[in-house]
């Protein structure tokens, strides 16, 4: 249709071959008859024929256009009879195409409507979010960001958007998000970001913020996009430290309270042990006076030579070692029957201390050298002089003990002020301490002397009198060389 | 002349120990059996040095030290103890009162008594 209509003539151009065709014609007949008349028969016949094509030249075109006219519906190659019903139909045809042209801008608005309206609910939804979103492209770029995502991490929208979304981290995970990025891309799912890890987001001003991320993949015009919801922590974190820090502050109280109900009970069975024992040696302590100063009467009263002297000797000795015991064990009943009230504490000389002692001792000590290096101008300390005493004379007593099977035979008794203490250092050459026995050292009856040799009260009455004066008492030893026996006693107490 | 010293306890063990100890000796010992008895032979004579008990019956140590302190105030007081924290309670009260003693821990032997009281005496 489209050639035909190309090759097609106007109204004018057709009438206008037609005359010619006709002039054509009749001259040809003219001529063909003339031609006959003459005797020119072929050139007559020919003519005529020629007149006969042109007749048929004209029948076909007039064929031709009429068709044409027909099926084109060109007003300007319309026949006249055609016209009208053409126009009718061109006319219904254009309202029709009016119609789905309206349908199709409405459909169109109310599509564009709703785009709007949904893009509208999404803006506003994303930015009203409590929490910071972030959009970001297959190859890591911000796309949008929200107010929240703003307010968090301090930068503008038109700083951050086009950036990598490493941007936002510290620079410690940045080198690993490469990789959790691509792992996300292969396979995207709706997930929280880094299960099991600490996440930190980066402050344009550099401070790192603990976050929680969600990701979500969304699929945009084939791309693949990642929409992260970030939520601040910060607050959450402190509070589980906090609730943390009460956690442990509670299981270190209830340490406490089950070691302090085990100290309770141990010094309960003790104050009850110590009440028993005060009131056995109590009894025990007259007639062990008696027995003592009696065979002491009688060992002074007899001649030294013979078996008498010798049996009366082992009966002073082992009478003192009774009076020992009850002395201890008196001691250690008063400190562990606990509410130990104070007495007045009298200025006491160290020196004089010692100088008892040694006197005490002076027997025992007869194979023994001491040495004293005492600093001058010691302050008196405030402290009973009998229970200072039995500090001192019980540890000298365990450094003797500890000599007896020694070749050197010393003690070293030091004793000189620091700002707040008054030291008084003890050291003997005896078979020495094992470390394990360091804490056991001033349990009472612990001992690791042989049977009948003492009570293992000593130590632990010097400990009990040194605590009640709040001081120290420590000790350094070495197994066949000997042990120093270190008292801190406070100055002013 | 010799130095004289007053045992005031109930216990003979006690008394004797002194008496013995310090037989032939530049000390004279003076034993009474109780806080009363003591007592009146303070009225009757003077002494360098008492030793006391502190749980007597009747009469005890701390009541004793407090009429001792009447008749000579001046005189030294030893009380000799065992340290257990009931006696020490009625000895704060004494020093609460300002009566002046010292406190000797007992038991003592007779090397020690000797020591002690030559040491307080000056001997």
Do not use: W
Not at chain 1, 155 to 166: A, V
Not at chain 1, 202 to 214: L, S, W
Not at chain 1, 313 to 333: F, P
Not at chain 1, 472 to 484: A, C, D, Q
Request: glycine letters at 4%; hydrophobic letters at 40%.
């Amino acid at each position: 249709m489209r050639v035909l209509k190309e090759f097609s003539l106007s109204k004018n151009e057709a009438c206008l071959v037609n005359i010619v065709l006709i002039v054509f014609a009749v001259a040809m007949f003219i001529n063909g008859l003339l031609m006959l008349l003459n005797e020119f028969i072929i050139v007559g016949i020919v003519q005529l024929i020629l007149v006969l094509f042109s007749l048929a030249s004209m029948a076909v075109l007039r064929m031709t256009y009429k068709k044409e006219s027909v099926i084109i519906a060109d007003n300007t190659a319309q026949t006249s009879e055609s016209k009208s019903e053409s126009v009718r139909d061109d006319a219904s045809a254009l309202e029709a195409t009016l119609r789905r042209l309206k349908a199709e801008i409405y459909e169109r608005e109310k599509r564009e409507t709703l785009i709007r309206e949904s893009e509208e609910r999404f803006r506003s939804l994303v930015e009203s979010s409590p929490n910071s979103i972030i959009l970001t492209d297959s190859d890591g770029y911000i796309r949008i960001i929200n107010k929240q995502t703003e307010v968090l991490f301090g930068y503008q929208r038109h700083e951050i958007i086009g950036k990598t979304i490493e941007t936002l981290l510290p620079d410690r995970y940045r080198a690993n998000h490469f990789g959790y990025r691509s792992d996300f891309y292969q396979h995207p799912q709706i997930r929280p970001m880094g299960v099991g890890r600490d996440l930190y987001g980066k402050h344009k001003e550099g401070c790192e913020i603990p976050v929680e991320i969600g990701l979500t993949p969304i699929k945009s015009q084939d791309k693949l996009m990642v929409l992260s919801t970030i939520v601040d922590i910060t607050e959450r974190k402190k509070n589980e430290e906090k609730l943390m820090q009460k956690n442990e502050e509670l299981a270190k109280f209830n340490e406490e309270l089950k070691s302090r109900t085990a100290q309770l009970i141990q010094s309960e069975k003790m104050s009850a042990l110590g009440t028993l024992i005060a009131g056995v040696a109590h009894e025990l302590n007259n007639p062990i006076t008696g027995i003592l100063n009696y065979s002491q009467y009688c060992r002074k009263n007899i001649p030294s030579d013979g078996k008498l002297a010798e049996v009366l000797d082992d009966l002073v000795v082992e009478a003192k070692r009774c009076a020992d015991i009850v002395k201890n064990l008196l001691t250690y009943s008063y400190f562990s029957t606990g509410k130990n009230e104070k007495t007045t504490d009298v200025s006491t000389d160290l020196n004089e201390i010692i100088k008892r002692i040694r006197n005490l001792f002076a027997n025992l000590l007869t194979d023994v050298t001491v040495h004293l290096s005492i600093e001058n101008n010691l302050p008196p300390l405030r402290i009973q002089p009998n229970k200072l005493q039995q500090v001192v004379s019980n540890i000298i007593k365990n450094s003797i003990d500890a000599m007896e099977n020694q070749e050197k035979k010393e003690i070293i008794i030091k004793a000189f002020r620091d700002k707040t203490y008054c030291n008084l250092v003890i050291e003997d050459t005896g078979m020495g301490i094992k470390a394990d026995d360091f804490s056991k050292i001033f349990d009472p009856f612990y001992t690791t002397k042989e049977v009948g040799k003492g009570t293992g009260l000593g130590l632990s009455v010097s400990k009990s009198i040194v605590e009640e004066y709040n001081g120290e008492i420590t000790l350094e030893s070495e197994v066949g060389k000997g042990t120093r026996f270190y008292v801190k006693l406070p100055l002013n107490n | 002349m010799k130095k004289k010293i007053l045992v005031i306890d109930d216990e003979k063990a006690v008394r004797n120990s002194f008496l013995l100890t310090f037989e032939n000796s530049p000390c004279m010992v003076d034993t009474a059996e109780s806080g009363m008895e003591g007592l009146e032979k303070l009225q009757k004579d003077r002494y360098d040095l008492i030793v006391l008990d502190l749980k007597m019956p009747q009469m005890d140590g701390v009541e004793t030290l407090r009429h001792i302190r009447k008749l000579d105030p001046a005189v030294l007081v030893y009380i000799f103890t065992a340290f257990h924290r009931d006696y020490f309670m009625q000895l704060d009260k004494a020093v609460k009162e300002g009566l002046s003693f010292e406190i000797v821990q007992k038991p003592l032997d007779s090397d020690q008594l000797h020591q002690l009281v030559y040491s307080i005496l000056s001997i």
